[in-house]
């Protein structure tokens, strides 16, 4: 397949086009919605629409917007989740949060009710440093997701705006965020591609992600983040590309490419740049305390450089941006994503917020928040705690003029033009999941990532090699085990060389006196205080990271790695090119 044309500054043209549409549009009244009609009230293009008309994305939205009532652009800037592993089937207790949070009992009733422009699927990984706002899940297998989303699809076809795909988004990161985590083929995490600098691989194995997530029914991504790693935060750690902008940016922009060749929607987030500080946004509000040259230099690149790929959306983050707008959360700041996001970084498409179910967000009701977030410059709402309550709101807002219809009109026409350029990909075939080129690029990608820090660049260890491990890790103790094993390595329960994981959340208590190696499978600070002669990072620990690693143990690859963060009394590498 093809790469899709896909820049998002184009639509600052249609969106100029649209002056005498902002002020018109129809309305039934403050009412809740009229049932929707069983087919799309938008018509296809007659014979008489020019057909750079009926073939442009930006074109075909403004036409359909011009067809909405106000409630249906309302419904159009909403993406919450839903509980619920179906559409239309659901559990006791799916109904039950579904009431809670939307008035109804299942995703499609929910979609149909609000008039939804999307949803989010949610879910829990291991290691998951956003399981605070994940209220439930709706992943199992991509069997189910592809049924979930089918479905999703049926419900919003039937939508006034049903000839525009509905956006089915999740946070598939890869590493410790990745929510469809059975089934596909896992790629290392940011962090490892970023060990790896090559730009190349990096595009090539998430181009293989965006053809396994477009086979699920997944358009959107939440991904990747282009935050720069400037601090040594937990919640971002390896989600994170590097710690500098010359790490991250290229590494954004494959990602970018990646995704979008296949027809996913790519999201850099979080914008301006969780990175610069340490503390959690899913909690508390975090200070960025750093200049404004500062985020000029460091925060900024990254996001300009997906931009530049031609990322179709930014998600704003939940921060206090102090050189900016103090005070404010960087969501709900006008200043951050209009004057700068969109007038100094020129960004053009579809502006996302962060969870905001999360606490910053939190401070106001789910409709004020909404009504702030769209004034700040947003287009699309994710994860409301009250579905019923923020599309309230927002039709409340737009009758007192407190949300302007153009704002409105604006978002929405974004959302369209994005959905629009999302159109006309063929979805793939779930036997698409774990191809053998998609299992080949994400080895490949894996193996440039493995960074020798400390000891031989390359070499066999002498065996025979006992695996241990951090408590928890047992699978990925196996899969090494495994690895080693069809290396050619003999494996012993006792005695031997220790090779010894750490990972996410590890510290210089879950390290070992006595181990020989010591390999850091998530961000490689804990190195600092390893003793083993041999330290060795892969950033990742999935099965093409076991398997890479292995290799390296067994004197059969090079590891060619370099560290994309800053390990104190550690080189980035002991191998030299």
């Given at each position: 397949?093809?790469?899709?044309?896909?820049?998002?500054?184009?639509?600052?043209?249609?969106?100029?086009?649209?002056?005498?549409?902002?002020?018109?549009?129809?309305?039934?009244?403050?009412?809740?919605?009229?049932?929707?009609?069983?087919?799309?009230?938008?018509?296809?293009?007659?014979?008489?629409?020019?057909?750079?008309?009926?073939?442009?994305?930006?074109?075909?939205?403004?036409?359909?917007?011009?067809?909405?009532?106000?409630?249906?652009?309302?419904?159009?800037?909403?993406?919450?989740?839903?509980?619920?592993?179906?559409?239309?089937?659901?559990?006791?207790?799916?109904?039950?949060?579904?009431?809670?949070?939307?008035?109804?009992?299942?995703?499609?009733?929910?979609?149909?009710?609000?008039?939804?422009?999307?949803?989010?699927?949610?879910?829990?990984?291991?290691?998951?440093?956003?399981?605070?706002?994940?209220?439930?899940?709706?992943?199992?297998?991509?069997?189910?997701?592809?049924?979930?989303?089918?479905?999703?699809?049926?419900?919003?076809?039937?939508?006034?705006?049903?000839?525009?795909?509905?956006?089915?988004?999740?946070?598939?990161?890869?590493?410790?965020?990745?929510?469809?985590?059975?089934?596909?083929?896992?790629?290392?995490?940011?962090?490892?591609?970023?060990?790896?600098?090559?730009?190349?691989l990096t595009e090539a194995a998430w181009r293989a992600a965006g053809a396994e997530l477009a086979a699920m029914g997944i358009n959107l991504d939440f991904a990747p983040v282009a935050d720069v790693l400037a601090t040594r935060s937990t919640v971002i750690g390896s989600r994170s590309f590097g710690a500098t902008p010359a790490a991250a940016s290229p590494q954004v922009a494959g990602a970018v490419r990646g995704l979008q060749a296949e027809g996913v929607g790519a999201a850099v987030k979080h914008f301006p740049g969780h990175g610069l500080t340490a503390a959690d946004s899913h909690t508390d509000l975090p200070v960025v305390g750093q200049s404004r040259a500062v985020l000029d230099r460091t925060a900024f690149p990254p996001f300009r450089a997906g931009i530049d790929a031609g990322a179709m959306a930014v998600m704003s983050a939940h921060l206090d941006v102090k050189a900016v707008d103090p005070g404010?959360?960087?969501?709900?700041?006008?200043?951050?994503?209009?004057?700068?996001?969109?007038?100094?970084?020129?960004?053009?498409?579809?502006?996302?917020?962060?969870?905001?179910?999360?606490?910053?967000?939190?401070?106001?009701?789910?409709?004020?928040?909404?009504?702030?977030?769209?004034?700040?410059?947003?287009?699309?709402?994710?994860?409301?705690?009250?579905?019923?309550?923020?599309?309230?709101?927002?039709?409340?807002?737009?009758?007192?003029?407190?949300?302007?219809?153009?704002?409105?009109?604006?978002?929405?026409?974004?959302?369209?033009?994005?959905?629009?350029?999302?159109?006309?990909?063929?979805?793939?075939?779930?036997?698409?999941?774990?191809?053998?080129?998609?299992?080949?690029?994400?080895?490949?990608?894996?193996?440039?990532?493995?960074?020798?820090?400390?000891?031989?660049?390359?070499?066999?260890?002498?065996?025979?090699?006992?695996?241990?491990?951090?408590?928890?890790?047992?699978?990925?103790?196996?899969?090494?085990?495994?690895?080693?094993?069809?290396?050619?390595?003999?494996?012993?329960?006792?005695?031997?060389?220790?090779?010894?994981?750490?990972?996410?959340?590890?510290?210089?208590?879950?390290?070992?006196?006595?181990?020989?190696?010591?390999?850091?499978?998530?961000?490689?600070?804990?190195?600092?205080?390893?003793?083993?002669?041999?330290?060795?990072?892969?950033?990742?620990?999935?099965?093409?990271?076991?398997?890479?690693?292995?290799?390296?143990?067994?004197?059969?690859?090079?590891?060619?790695?370099?560290?994309?963060?800053?390990?104190?009394?550690?080189?980035?590498?002991?191998?030299?090119?």
């Amino acid at each position: 397949m093809g790469p899709v044309s896909i820049s998002p500054r184009r639509s600052a043209v249609a969106l100029a086009a649209l002056t005498a549409l902002l002020v018109s549009g129809c309305s039934d009244g403050p009412d809740r919605p009229r049932p929707a009609p069983s087919t799309p009230a938008a018509p296809a293009p007659s014979s008489a629409t020019p057909a750079s008309e009926a073939a442009d994305p930006a074109a075909r939205a403004a036409a359909l917007v011009a067809t909405l009532s106000d409630e249906d652009l309302v419904g159009q800037v909403l993406m919450p989740y839903a509980y619920g592993s179906s559409a239309t089937e659901v559990s006791a207790g799916s109904a039950a949060g579904n009431r809670a949070l939307a008035g109804v009992d299942t995703p499609a009733e929910m979609v149909a009710k609000y008039r939804l422009g999307g949803l989010i699927l949610v879910g829990f990984s291991a290691d998951d440093p956003t399981s605070g706002n994940q209220e439930t899940t709706n992943v199992d297998s991509p069997k189910q997701v592809r049924a979930l989303t089918d479905g999703l699809r049926a419900a919003a076809g039937k939508l006034p705006t049903g000839a525009a795909p509905f956006l089915v988004g999740t946070d598939q990161e890869y590493g410790v965020v990745t929510r469809v985590t059975d089934g596909v083929t896992q790629l290392p995490s940011p962090l490892a591609a970023g060990a790896a600098g090559n730009p190349a691989l990096t595009e090539a194995a998430w181009r293989a992600a965006g053809a396994e997530l477009a086979a699920m029914g997944i358009n959107l991504d939440f991904a990747p983040v282009a935050d720069v790693l400037a601090t040594r935060s937990t919640v971002i750690g390896s989600r994170s590309f590097g710690a500098t902008p010359a790490a991250a940016s290229p590494q954004v922009a494959g990602a970018v490419r990646g995704l979008q060749a296949e027809g996913v929607g790519a999201a850099v987030k979080h914008f301006p740049g969780h990175g610069l500080t340490a503390a959690d946004s899913h909690t508390d509000l975090p200070v960025v305390g750093q200049s404004r040259a500062v985020l000029d230099r460091t925060a900024f690149p990254p996001f300009r450089a997906g931009i530049d790929a031609g990322a179709m959306a930014v998600m704003s983050a939940h921060l206090d941006v102090k050189a900016v707008d103090p005070g404010t959360p960087a969501t709900f700041s006008r200043k951050l994503l209009t004057d700068v996001l969109r007038g100094q970084l020129g960004f053009q498409g579809v502006v996302i917020t962060d969870g905001m179910n999360m606490a910053p967000a939190k401070k106001w009701s789910p409709g004020e928040a909404a009504v702030r977030a769209l004034n700040a410059g947003n287009d699309l709402i994710l994860m409301t705690p009250n579905v019923g309550q923020a599309y309230d709101g927002l039709r409340a807002a737009l009758t007192d003029g407190s949300l302007p219809r153009a704002r409105l009109v604006e978002a929405v026409t974004r959302v369209l033009t994005m959905k629009f350029r999302l159109a006309g990909h063929p979805q793939p075939a779930l036997s698409t999941l774990e191809a053998a080129d998609h299992r080949k690029a994400a080895a490949d990608l894996a193996a440039a990532a493995v960074t020798v820090l400390r000891g031989r660049c390359g070499g066999a260890v002498n065996g025979p090699i006992r695996v241990t491990s951090s408590a928890g890790r047992d699978r990925t103790r196996a899969a090494l085990t495994e690895a080693l094993t069809a290396a050619g390595v003999k494996v012993v329960s006792s005695g031997g060389t220790v090779v010894h994981l750490v990972g996410y959340g590890d510290g210089a208590k879950d390290l070992r006196a006595d181990a020989a190696v010591t390999v850091a499978m998530d961000t490689p600070y804990v190195l600092s205080g390893a003793k083993s002669p041999t330290v060795l990072a892969t950033y990742s620990s999935t099965r093409a990271s076991m398997t890479a690693l292995a290799a390296v143990l067994a004197g059969k690859a090079r590891p060619t790695g370099r560290s994309p963060v800053p390990v104190p009394g550690l080189p980035a590498t002991t191998c030299r090119t």
